[in-house]
């Protein structure tokens, strides 16, 4: 017969805890979740978490430092999980159930990025965290888009030139479930641009991760071309290549800073194509011919030859860059993070968008869950967004590298910086400005994008010359 033990709650609590800190890989001197964090990650009061922190103390797990947090001080001993009482005995113990199991739910879960395997082993083992915490919960994924209205949860952006309009249409609004989400939670806990988007709505909905625009540098082929900028801020990094340098030479080496968004490296080059304050686009400045000049030039020294079918994928430039044949890339971290983990033999170095200091707005897009309209337990999918979004989810997605977590003391952890490219703790500090460039409508208007995507993919290929590629940008009017 198995004995069961009557634990408390805290003290169940304090085992969880020394269980996490062994499987995320913690090291002594690694800061613990906030106590809020912890309350929203097991759904209890201060006092349960004040409780199961001072065990943690009198064990000598952990220390705490007086307004700075509690740091661990030494890895628990492992232990055999045990039954600690009732409710977790029969769920586990019966394999073919019982009348006194807990009925088993189910949450349906919109995520498009599931079909990427990078992306579906990060969401594997959330929904395992997820599952193994609260138990008798089975989750459905939907990857398809036209049965979006059928998901209890969505994964969505706040910003996407494919108009993710249905998809933040089919998140609920509401204020009373908006509040529950954020009952315990300390939104200051986030990076400020992360909430940005959730700012003045009532959409029941919480930040999972960040995207942030990234200049990655190979640093073997920076320092053999151009080490004058291994230490410079890159503001202008095309106009001085343009000045110092033969781009065009055969030895010279292909740089990715053009990649989508024709107004990004404009900007970052503070060539005014966009007037923040009017909405206003303008396209007749002068520097505008040579940097798309020079575009043309890294394109076909991707492709190795001039015109002709021009590939601008974010699969095909990376790899590129990965083989050791490009200099510089401009991406999102979204991408760039798996890319810089893939196999190669050549040092890294990012540095975030110039834009950011330029006009202290923050490159980002934002990836956020929401609860749907049509959701069928809002108990359970408000258990899964705290617990995606807090603390559990966010160390998952701090060790998988797919993208920077929302939660800062997630992101500003070994657990993450470690394996990320050199420099990316300095390139977080942008996080902390308070808005996007691209939530502005040059960016985040599908139709406008698409016509200048098109226009310059024409341009690039040679279907039509600089002179009215130039011409039919001056036209454009947002």
């Not at 992360?194 to 540098?217: C, D, H, I, K, T």
Request: hydrophobic share 40%; net charge neutral; with cysteine.
């Amino acid at each position: 017969m198995i004995e069961l033990k009557n634990t408390k709650k805290y003290e169940m609590i304090a085992d969880k805890i020394e269980r996490m800190v062994l499987e995320s890989g913690m090291k002594p001197g690694d800061r613990l979740s906030s106590v809020n964090d912890l309350c929203l990650l097991f759904n209890v009061a201060p006092a349960t978490i004040c409780n199961s922190l001072e065990l943690l103390r009198s064990r000598n797990v952990i220390t705490s430092i007086p307004r700075k947090g509690n740091f661990v001080e030494k890895l628990p001993v492992p232990k055999p999980e045990t039954c600690s009482d009732l409710a977790e005995y029969l769920e586990h113990s019966n394999p073919i159930g019982s009348m006194f199991s807990p009925r088993r739910k189910t949450v349906s879960i919109y995520i498009d990025e599931y079909r990427f395997s990078f992306r579906k082993q990060l969401w594997d083992k959330i929904f395992e965290a997820f599952r193994r915490q609260y138990g008798n919960v089975e989750i459905n994924l939907i990857d398809d888009i036209s049965r979006v209205e059928s998901a209890d949860i969505i994964l969505y952006a706040d910003y996407s030139v494919k108009a993710d309009h249905a998809l933040i249409k089919a998140v609920m609004n509401s204020e009373d479930l908006r509040q529950r989400l954020y009952k315990d939670s300390d939104l200051r806990s986030y990076f400020p641009v992360a909430l940005e988007s959730l700012s003045g709505n009532q959409l029941a909905a919480m930040p999972f991760a960040v995207s942030q625009a990234l200049r990655l540098f190979n640093r073997n082929l920076l320092e053999q071309h151009c080490p004058e900028f291994l230490d410079h801020n890159q503001e202008n990094l095309i106009a001085e290549i343009m000045t110092k340098y033969d781009y065009s030479a055969s030895g010279f080496p292909a740089m990715g800073t053009f990649i989508h968004l024709l107004p990004l490296p404009l900007i970052e080059e503070g060539i005014p194509v966009y007037d923040f304050k009017t909405g206003k686009i303008d396209f007749s400045d002068h520097r505008i011919p040579p940097v798309l000049k020079f575009n043309r030039c890294m394109v076909d020294k991707l492709q190795n030859k001039p015109g002709g079918s021009v590939k601008l994928s974010v699969g095909y430039i990376g790899d590129k860059f990965v083989k050791n044949e490009l200099m510089a890339l401009d991406t999102f971290s979204s991408y760039a993070l798996p890319l810089t983990r893939r196999n190669h033999d050549f040092r890294i170095m990012v540095k975030p968008s110039p834009a950011a200091a330029r006009l202290k707005h923050s490159v980002t897009c934002i990836q956020i869950l929401g609860i749907g309209r049509n959701c069928r337990d809002a108990g359970l999918a408000l258990d899964f967004i705290r617990f995606a979004c807090g603390t559990g989810g966010q160390m998952i997605l701090a060790e998988s590298k797919c993208n920077i977590p929302a939660l800062r003391a997630c992101a500003e952890t070994d657990i993450f910086l470690n394996d990320c490219p050199e420099n990316m703790n300095e390139s977080l500090k942008e996080l902390y400005l308070e808005k996007s460039l691209l939530n502005f409508p040059i960016f985040n208007d599908a139709l406008l994008h698409n016509k200048i995507n098109d226009l310059t993919l024409d341009y690039y290929s040679g279907r039509i010359n600089l002179a009215e590629t130039v011409k039919r940008l001056k036209a454009i009017k947002a």
